[in-house]
């Protein structure tokens, strides 16, 4: 496995992150897996989000606890371990 996916020791706490969801660029009904483009206040270009939820529209707001990554093929990412959809305000 890449050492860039694996969560982070406990000397690096995981995140939190907030945001409204703009674009659902990948989602598998069968197992949840999910690749997001989300708009999270004090960062100027859209956050890749990649994580697992049932179900997930443009509009939502999402809460996720994770870590960074650097994907070779992707670029940064947001790897959330906890993935939770809230309500659309």
Same mark, same amino acid.
């Given at each position: ?9 406990? +000397? ?6 907030? %945001?409204?969801?703009?674009?659902? +660029? !990948?989602?598998? &009904?069968?197992?949840? !897996? ?13 956050? +890749? ?9 443009? %509009? &939502?707001?999402? /809460? %996720? /606890? ?6 070779? +093929?992707? %670029?940064?990412? !947001? ?11």
């Amino acid at each position: 496995m890449d050492p860039g996916t694996q969560p982070p020791s406990n +000397t690096h706490p995981t995140e939190h992150l907030t %945001g409204a969801v703009e674009r659902v +660029t !990948f989602h598998s &009904e069968e197992t949840g !897996f999910c690749v997001l483009r989300v708009k999270v206040r004090g960062h100027r270009d859209l956050v +890749t989000v990649v994580g697992t939820a049932a179900t997930i529209t443009p %509009g &939502e707001y999402v /809460e %996720g /606890e994770g870590w960074w990554i650097t994907d070779r +093929t992707h %670029g940064l990412q !947001f790897k959330t371990h906890a993935l939770l959809n809230l309500l659309r305000i």
